[in-house]
């Protein structure tokens, strides 16, 4: 009997600990600010409201009917370029117009109950979550083919092209004859030959990568020379609540040099970083970034940013350059604040920012759409009312500095009732110059076109001189001005 006596005990204690997280969980924070008010280079920051339970509006999936299709800005159309795929993120467009699209999921984890009663619990909600969000399941663990040869916008070639050795893959990269792949804990390279329906032989193990966690999507871009190769791994928790031990290895961009065949730690402090492309104005790498929770419905934002080599955003400790989170029990750094950097354009609260390119040559998607970045925002969790769920276009000016507000492209993904057709997820560019978005859980990849437009210009590349090295210790700035001066006096003779 005293056993059954403490059975019902903590039965009696653990629907009470439900009762009261379903309670919280069904609150949460209204937002007092709109989307647009959090978004661009000059964001609205509140002051910070830490939750003890997130706010939590989850959209849930219920797919788009025969004919449906996302609303688009003036000038575009929109087709189902290919659909009936299962959970395809990634896309990646190879030189000769064949599109790869990963089609996974998170990698499977088991509680081992080391962590008691809580992590069990935190286990059964963000399963429940991940189940209402439409991302639960098995991952497919595949790499397919979409290859459009007729010309029609429609892709009838859909063939599953690599399975083995795939493990939640995300990132891909082709350069002269190899394939990347980043799998959720390793770079792979495979030798594939461009126009092949198959990718045959042993993959090459190119560096390990912190498995799995919180964030497992390891998104991963090629330098246009060739040489080195960018891999994005998130962090495991939201402010490094599990101890920055398990946090090795994290929450930064990593790489690799494959001349070299060595990999070093490129830029730290991202929580969440995601979608890559290099400048066409400057060369530099770009990313979008999914920046911490449970600071309320309008904190924070999520962002779009260049990284140099070194750059410093201030994960866990800091946000958006001198904001200090409170929450966090790690020591702080050193100096942190003052080498961390300001991200360069916010996108809106919770919008969970992910697919990112530029403006490319040949591009067809009209003048209004010629000089900027194209951004899938997948859409938030934990906002009320949600935010994301579409395609932006951030606009940049002459000299590649993002203005205005993010202008919606391609939307109608959330329904009025709370629920969602589709949610996107990476954008890419096709070969006849259209824009491609997947949709994952949908299954679909839209393609985006302004069908009366001409091939658009490319950017033109910003070039200039360096200032001379220094030679003595001097104030920079009058350093500056009397080489600004020298050059305009010799302009002017």
């Not at 994301?388 to 939307?411: A, Q, S």
């Not at 679909?444 to 001379?468: F, H, K, M, T, Y």
């Amino acid at each position: 009997m005293a056993i059954l006596r403490k059975l019902a005990i903590t039965l009696v204690v653990l629907i009470a600990v439900l009762g009261i997280a379903f309670y919280f969980l069904s609150r949460g924070d209204t937002a007092d600010l709109t989307v647009e008010e959090v978004a661009g280079t000059d964001p609205t920051l509140q002051e910070p409201e830490a939750e003890s339970f997130p706010t939590v509006q989850i959209a849930k999936p219920v797919g788009w009917n025969e004919g449906e299709q996302p609303e688009a800005a003036e000038g575009l159309a929109v087709n189902r370029f290919a659909e009936g795929l299962e959970h395809p993120r990634v896309l990646y467009a190879l030189p000769n117009g064949d599109v790869l699209v990963t089609l996974t999921r998170a990698p499977k984890t088991e509680d081992s109950g080391e962590g008691g009663i809580l992590d069990t619990i935190r286990g059964w909600v963000a399963s429940y979550l991940f189940s209402e969000a439409g991302a639960a399941g098995e991952s497919p663990n595949q790499i397919v083919l979409l290859r459009d040869s007729d010309g029609d916008g429609v892709a009838e070639t859909r063939k599953v092209i690599r399975e083995e050795g795939l493990d939640s893959p995300s990132g891909l990269s082709w350069n002269d004859g190899t394939l990347y792949v980043a799998n959720h804990d390793a770079v792979l390279a495979f030798d594939y030959e461009l126009g092949s329906d198959d990718v045959t032989g042993e993959p090459r193990k190119l560096m390990d990568l912190p498995p799995g966690g919180g964030h497992w999507m390891r998104n991963m871009e090629i330098h246009p020379d060739g040489d080195r190769l960018f891999v994005a791994v998130g962090s495991v928790s939201n402010i490094g609540e599990q101890g920055m031990d398990v946090e090795e290895g994290r929450a930064m961009i990593w790489e690799y040099d494959l001349t070299t065949d060595r990999q070093r730690q490129f830029a730290a402090g991202l929580r969440n970083p995601n979608g890559f492309d290099f400048s066409p104005w400057s060369g530099e790498l770009w990313a979008t970034v999914n920046e911490r929770d449970m600071l309320g419905s309008d904190l924070v934002p999520d962002y779009l940013t260049n990284v140099p080599v070194g750059a410093q955003y201030g994960w866990p400790w800091v946000y958006y350059k001198n904001n200090i989170d409170r929450r966090v029990e790690a020591p702080m750094p050193a100096y942190l604040m003052e080498y961390t950097r300001n991200p360069v354009y916010a996108l809106g609260p919770h919008v969970a920012a992910l697919g990112l390119v530029f403006t490319k040559e040949g591009h067809r998607m009209g003048p209004e759409f010629g000089s900027g970045a194209f951004i899938a925002r997948h859409g938030s969790w934990n906002r009320k009312p949600p935010s994301g769920y579409d395609v932006v276009y951030v606009g940049f000016d002459e000299r590649g500095n993002p203005i205005g507000k993010p202008v919606p492209l391609l939307t109608g993904f959330l329904n009025a009732d709370g629920t969602t057709k589709g949610r996107p997820t990476w954008v890419e560019w096709a070969g006849d110059g259209s824009l491609l978005v997947s949709d994952d859980t949908a299954g679909i990849i839209w393609r985006a076109v302004a069908p009366d437009a001409e091939p658009g210009a490319g950017i033109e590349r910003i070039s200039g001189n360096s200032l001379p090295p220094q030679r003595e210790l001097r104030d920079p700035r009058a350093i500056f001005e009397e080489d600004y001066l020298r050059r305009q006096a010799g302009q002017s003779q």
